[in-house]
């Protein structure tokens, strides 16, 4: 007696292969399409451009490296918001300070935000300085110029003057020292000229191109600018800033169970169409 046929439910061999074959594509297609968060973060840059047309723009005036009970009659600690020299066209940030400690570190600091939380980022700075300092040019403890050192960087944390054990005020971030940078701030150059003549102020552009400092976002997506001159010359600096630009690209990808993306998606996609083709080509139709 003729025995009835049991359905057949599955797929065919041809059908699954062809499925098979169909999803390993889409798959593969996912391996040569970066996911859209890991690309935006490896292209992600955000720039911070400040002219002082008006305006201080947020900036905040600081003074380090002398004693807190400093006597202001001798130090000559000045700052504020001024016109450009007679020569020079537009305003900047004044500073001024008597360097009577061996060292005197005169800075602006401002915080910036829109980046992505907790991400690394590569710092590059640019600033027009006006000085009115020539090269080559000697002076108590150092050159006015070439021991005047120029720094730019950036931190996590709000740059700070505290007081150290010494005395004097310290900054609370490492801005390294004089000719020297730290974890924040990079030697840009100096405040020496060689066009200034008879004591006329000259702009002088100076950045870190080709030499990034990294810094870390905060947890809001905040980080603090810092740029400042650091003075082994003991005597009288003053100096104006007329432009600070700074330009911060993300350094790494978001992190997903301890996997960037790209790691676990690549792994993700290879197994499972590897796994699928060879599914598809097994025998999987049985006969009656």
């Known amino acids: 007696m003729t025995q009835p046929r049991r359905a057949n439910r599955s797929l065919s061999r041809g059908q699954l292969t062809r499925w098979a074959w169909l999803i390993a594509v889409v798959l593969a297609a996912g391996l040569l399409i970066p996911p859209s968060g890991a690309?935006?973060?490896?292209?992600?840059?955000?720039?911070?451009s400040f002219n002082f047309e008006n305006d201080i723009e947020g900036w905040t005036v600081g003074f380090a490296d002398l004693p807190v009970n400093h006597d202001q009659?001798?130090?000559?600690?000045?700052?504020?918001?001024?016109r450009l020299p007679d020569g020079l066209e537009g305003s900047g940030v004044y500073l001024q300070g008597h360097n009577r400690s061996d060292d005197l570190f005169m800075f602006l600091k401002r915080q910036v935000?829109?980046?992505?939380?907790?991400?690394?980022?590569?710092?590059?700075?640019?600033?027009?300085?006006?000085?009115?300092?020539?090269t080559a040019a000697f002076g108590i403890g150092?050159?006015?110029?070439?021991?005047?050192?120029?720094?730019?960087g950036?931190?996590?944390?709000?740059p700070v003057a505290v007081e150290g054990d010494d005395g004097h005020l310290r900054m609370n971030v490492d801005k390294g020292n004089q000719s020297t940078g730290g974890r924040a701030a990079i030697v840009l150059g100096n405040v020496s000229h060689?066009?200034?003549?008879q004591g006329?102020?000259?702009?002088?552009?100076?950045?870190?191109?080709?030499?990034?400092?990294?810094v870390n976002a905060d947890s809001d997506g905040r980080v603090w600018l810092l740029?400042?001159?650091d003075s082994g010359f003991e005597g009288r600096s003053a100096l104006y800033y007329a432009r600070i630009s700074y330009t911060l690209n993300a350094l790494e990808l978001p992190v997903v169970g301890g996997l960037a993306p790209t790691g676990w998606a690549l792994a993700l996609m290879a197994g499972a169409g590897a796994a699928l083709v060879g599914l598809g080509l097994l025998p999987l139709r049985r006969r009656a």
């Not at 060689?194 to 003549?197: E, G, H, N, S, W």
């Open 154 to 158: 950036a931190s996590t944390i709000e």
């Open 113 to 134: 935000d829109g980046l992505r939380p907790n991400a690394a980022y590569a710092v590059s700075a640019s600033l027009d300085l006006a000085t009115n300092v020539p």
């Open 73 to 82: 009659s001798i130090y000559n600690l000045d700052s504020g918001h001024r």
């Open 227 to 229: 740029v400042g001159t």
């Open 39 to 48: 690309l935006a973060q490896e292209t992600a840059s955000a720039e911070f």
């Open 194 to 197: 060689p066009d200034v003549m």
């Open 142 to 152: 150092g050159s006015p110029g070439e021991s005047v050192y120029v720094k730019a």
């Open 200 to 214: 006329e102020y000259r702009i002088k552009t100076l950045d870190n191109a080709g030499r990034p400092l990294t």
